[in-house]
């Protein structure tokens, strides 16, 4: 069973709020992911990292930084929100296994609303 | 562009009927992933196929990754309601780190 958890699950914040949504596990995954997913669309990659200090942007663009200070936690801060960051935002951990067969594990999501 | 077009976008169908979910792409993959997400939850993953050709199967549903390694089917045999769900694919370049690249999905409704 995969622990994985993120808060908070629902956000509904105005024009230029500094926001963090936070994502940690416990199962001791090195490889932590963030994605976007809206409706009708393919989920996103937009930070992952490999360990600790480890943290990369990933296919698609964000205004999003991340940080990766300890094993567990990989928050995701937006310094002024604005409507265009409305969205479900996915955190996601795996154990490295040899890289094409590595189980990604998911939280529950944030949907993140921007006023 | 999506690099995984997945076909239909939506399906609903009676239950103990069968249905079938494709993921394309022009790209060749180490590995290609099934997931299924439930609303407000994350996607959970059902199956990963590597080889060329691989057909796994997981109680009724199954799965089968082209001789090319760039497509894969689902197969789901007389659906349940339990079956419903957002249905995504998702596949591993080469050379690139285990990074996903997901398909938009497939939103099956089995209704009773």
């Known amino acids: 069973e995969a622990d994985i958890y993120q808060t908070p699950r629902y956000l509904v914040i105005g024009t230029g709020k500094k926001i963090t949504l936070e994502c940690s596990q416990t199962m001791g995954h090195d490889k932590m992911y963030w994605y976007q997913q809206d409706p009708g669309m393919e989920l996103h990659l937009i930070h992952y990292?490999?360990?600790?200090?480890?943290?990369e942007k990933g296919d698609l663009s964000s205004e999003s930084t991340v940080s990766r200070i300890r094993t567990e936690h990989f928050p995701l801060t937006l310094e002024s929100a604005r409507p265009s960051h409305t969205s479900q935002y996915l955190c996601?951990?795996?154990?490295?296994?040899?890289?094409?067969?590595?189980?990604?594990?998911f939280g529950p999501g944030t949907r993140l609303t921007v006023l | 562009t999506q690099l995984l077009e997945q076909s239909p976008q939506f399906l609903s169908i009676q239950e103990g009927e069968n249905l079938t979910v494709y993921c394309n792409s022009s790209?060749?993959?180490?590995?290609l992933q099934w997931y299924r997400q439930e609303p407000g939850e994350g996607p959970v993953l059902l199956v990963t196929?590597?080889?060329?050709?691989e057909v796994k199967k997981l109680k009724r549903l199954t799965f089968q990754f082209g001789d090319a390694r760039k497509d894969s089917s689902l197969h789901i045999t007389a659906a349940q309601p339990g079956d419903t769900g957002l249905y995504l694919c998702a596949g591993v370049k080469v050379d690139s780190w285990g990074k996903l690249q997901f398909g938009a999905g497939t939103q099956v409704v089995v209704t009773p």
């Open positions: 990292s490999y360990g600790v200090n480890s943290t």
């Open positions: 996601a951990s795996s154990e490295y296994a040899g890289g094409s067969t590595d189980t990604q594990y």
């Open positions: 790209s060749v993959f180490s590995s």
């Open positions: 196929v590597v080889t060329g050709g």
